[in-house]
């Protein structure tokens, strides 16, 4: 059975950094896309990025590119989101998602993935 498990959140003053760690098991981890979504109350649930685990490529939409990394351990089957100069929106429900094969790369939509995790609450105070 595929588990993600993410962790890391929490609350911190705009211009501040966290790392979510995105925690895998039940499946081998290579070869499948993974997607960091976000998503705040009220709001539709927003792509933030995608890593495709066989080769590393990445894909950020413009609201994060530069703020926001993402990276694996392998050996850990984790992927990380590192996220600098937070701004207060944001503020969101972070979640880490799976399908296998190839990323979209900007195309990815939150029905094209088949594995949830529970979420981790990221909260940026100005």
């Known amino acids: 059975q595929v588990q993600l498990v993410e962790s890391g959140g929490g609350s911190v003053q705009a211009g501040g950094s966290l790392r979510l760690s995105c925690s895998a098991s039940?499946?081998?981890?290579?070869?499948?896309?993974m997607g960091w979504f976000r998503q705040a109350p009220g709001k539709e649930r927003e792509g933030v990025g995608e890593?495709?685990?066989?080769?590393?490529?990445?894909y950020y939409p413009d609201s994060v590119k530069g703020r926001f990394t993402m990276s694996q351990d392998r050996d850990k089957n984790t992927l990380y989101l590192q996220m600098n100069s937070l701004k207060p929106e944001d503020t969101a429900m972070y979640y880490c998602?799976?399908?296998?094969?190839?990323?979209?790369?900007?195309?990815?939509?939150?029905?094209?993935?088949?594995?949830w995790g529970q979420g981790t609450q990221v909260t940026v105070s100005a």
């Open positions: 039940g499946y081998m981890y290579s070869s499948y896309c």
């Open positions: 890593f495709y685990t066989g080769g590393g490529n990445t």
């Open positions: 998602a799976a399908h296998w094969g190839l990323c979209r790369y900007g195309g990815s939509r939150a029905g094209d993935f088949d594995y």
